[in-house]
């Protein structure tokens, strides 16, 4: 019954590779998003979306696409994967945007770019 | 820009004693809300705390922060620090409705030591 859900838990790909990473929520929130976290940097924002066929750039968007299906589904293309996507990514969703909406997560991703 | 600043790196606390976590802001949007989130290991972060009143404090889980706008701070303390206090904490000023962008700080790793 999570209400934000992440698959696969776990990718290994090679450099040049193309990976989807699905997001699902069940909260009913309009926005979701999708983070990057890395060890000295903490959660970076790659993509935002506030509904379905509506995509905002994030603060580290190079090398990823987004795509945002229904309100439920989330998705992040790595088109040509390279090692420096290496990473743990979290999806999340929000009833609103600002004003002081809790982001709930989803479990993670874990990719590996060899 | 936009920029959060949290106490760097490891924090380490002997289990018992007091510890504080800093947090300083500076955004270019209205900021209504803050919150600390925590993230344990292999898990995803959540919601710790949650303010949008300046000069009140606010308590969870034996944790308190206070917001105090006028030095954009909103430090994280504990009177007592518990072996289960371990974790990643992440600062997190959330702004108003057209800024759908939560600035998250790089985090701060408490290691509480028995």
């Known amino acids: 019954e999570a209400a934000v859900t992440q698959s696969p838990r776990n990718k290994v790909t090679v450099t040049g590779g193309n990976v989807t990473l699905s997001c699902r929520q069940t909260?009913?929130?309009?926005?979701m998003y999708w983070y990057r976290q890395d060890t000295g940097h903490g959660l970076r924002l790659i993509h935002y979306?506030?509904?379905?066929?509506?995509?905002q750039i994030g603060d580290v968007p190079d090398g990823y696409k987004a795509t945002r299906t229904t309100q439920e589904d989330f998705f992040l293309l790595l088109e040509l994967a390279s090692p420096s996507q290496t990473s743990l990514y979290f999806c999340?969703?929000?009833?609103?945007?600002?004003?002081?909406?809790?982001?709930?997560f989803g479990p993670g991703t874990r990719l590996t770019v060899l | 820009g936009d920029s959060v600043t949290q106490t760097e790196g490891l924090v380490t606390v002997t289990e018992g004693l007091p510890v504080k976590l800093n947090c300083t802001y500076q955004?270019?949007?209205?900021?209504?809300?803050f919150f600390w989130y925590v993230q344990y290991l292999n898990e995803a972060p959540q919601v710790l705390l949650k303010?949008?009143?300046?000069?009140k404090r606010t308590e969870h889980q034996g944790f308190h922060a206070t917001l105090h706008k006028s030095s954009s701070s909103f430090h994280l303390q504990k009177s007592s620090a518990q072996l289960s206090d371990s974790a990643l904490y992440y600062c997190?000023?959330?702004?108003?409705?057209?800024?759908?962008?939560?600035?998250f700080g790089k985090g701060t790793h408490l290691h509480v030591l028995p």
């Open positions: 979306s506030y509904g379905a066929g509506n995509l």
């Open positions: 909260n009913s929130h309009n926005y």
């Open positions: 955004t270019t949007y209205l900021t209504i809300a």
């Open positions: 999340a969703s929000s009833a609103t945007g600002g004003t002081g909406a809790e982001q709930f």
């Open positions: 303010s949008s009143t300046d000069n």
């Open positions: 997190a000023p959330t702004g108003d409705t057209n800024a759908y962008k939560v600035i």
